[in-house]
């Protein structure tokens, strides 16, 4: 693994300081706040670790209630909403100075057959071999940038990101609300299924959002744009899941409105297989004040 996601996979284990009560340190990646995927990966570890080892995530649902900050750390709250015969619910707060910045209800499910379909089939796009990452791009336009956003583009990611057509993020032109993104962890993950599940709800908070932004030429890298999480819903549909392997996140944004983007999204493997669904919804600001 890279240093950088050797240490997320460190920050996803989280300190045990009471029974229901864990505690888990900060990633500064660069943002401008705490970054949310990692509120969400440790949300799900925090769940996770109250509930048998046979019962496997598949949903969650999630509120981002304030800003977090990336020096601190975070303090997770889990209440055991429910064990039944097959499902187990669990209520997650994450705190920081003492009040809630996210919350989060999650729901597993112990192994079980059943009925099984597939209607929504991969798009036929480009593979990751030979497409250029996020970072490699942004580092290659970084004189496009604002001067007060080019010191972000020196942070390495412990998530590496493929646009299948990449933006300009200096000068984006407006296109259709529509974008493919492969996703995979900057190295290899041991065999741990639960990590590989919180290693991608993590790495769904890149991306999503902002194609809500393509139709109106904006990107989420100007000053003048303050974009902002405020829910977050997650299905897993397989537990087999690999995050350190290639997945294609196929997005899309049917509305946005009233200083807000809605936008959702489709999760498959190299195989094919909609290994999960997610969707999100945010502020999409233009504030000429911050220029």
């Known amino acids: 693994m890279t240093r950088v996601l050797d240490e997320l996979v460190a920050l996803l284990s989280l300190e045990t300081i009471e029974e229901n009560l864990f505690r888990g340190a900060s990633q500064d990646l660069g943002f401008r706040q705490l970054f949310g995927g990692q509120v969400i990966g440790q949300s799900l570890s925090a769940a996770s670790q109250t509930v048998p080892a046979d019962r496997h995530m598949h949903s969650m649902h999630a509120y981002f209630l304030r800003p977090g900050d990336a020096t601190l750390p975070v303090v997770y709250e889990v209440d055991r909403v429910r064990d ?58 970084i004189d496009r940038l604002p001067e007060g956003v080019r010191e972000r583009m020196g942070f390495d990611m412990p998530i590496e990101i493929r646009p299948v057509d990449p933006l300009d993020a200096g000068h984006p032109d407006p296109r259709e609300p529509v974008k493919y993104l492969w996703v995979r962890a900057a190295g290899a993950l041991p065999d741990v299924p639960a990590l590989h599940k919180y290693l991608m709800a993590y790495a769904t908070d890149f991306g999503l959002l902002t194609t809500a932004l393509l ?75 911050w220029e």
Not at 257 to 268: E, L, N, Q
Request: glycine share 10%; net charge neutral.
């Open 215 to 289: 139709p109106h030429g904006v990107s989420f890298w100007q000053r003048s744009m303050q974009v902002a999480s405020l829910d977050h819903a997650l299905w897993f549909h397989r537990n087999d899941v690999r995050a350190d392997d290639w997945l294609l996140f196929a997005m899309d944004s049917p509305w946005a409105g009233h200083g807000r983007g809605f936008a959702r999204g489709s999760i498959f493997n190299r195989a094919g297989e909609l290994v999960a669904s997610v969707c999100q919804e945010g502020l999409i600001r233009h504030r000429p004040d």
């Open 84 to 141: 039944g015969g097959s499902f187990s619910t669990r209520r997650v707060l994450a705190i920081q100075k003492g009040r809630p910045i996210f919350s989060n209800s999650v729901s597993f499910q112990l192994d079980e057959e059943g009925f099984s379909h597939q209607t929504e089939k991969m798009p036929e796009v480009p593979g990751p071999e030979g497409l250029r990452s996020e970072q490699e791009l942004s580092r290659a336009g």
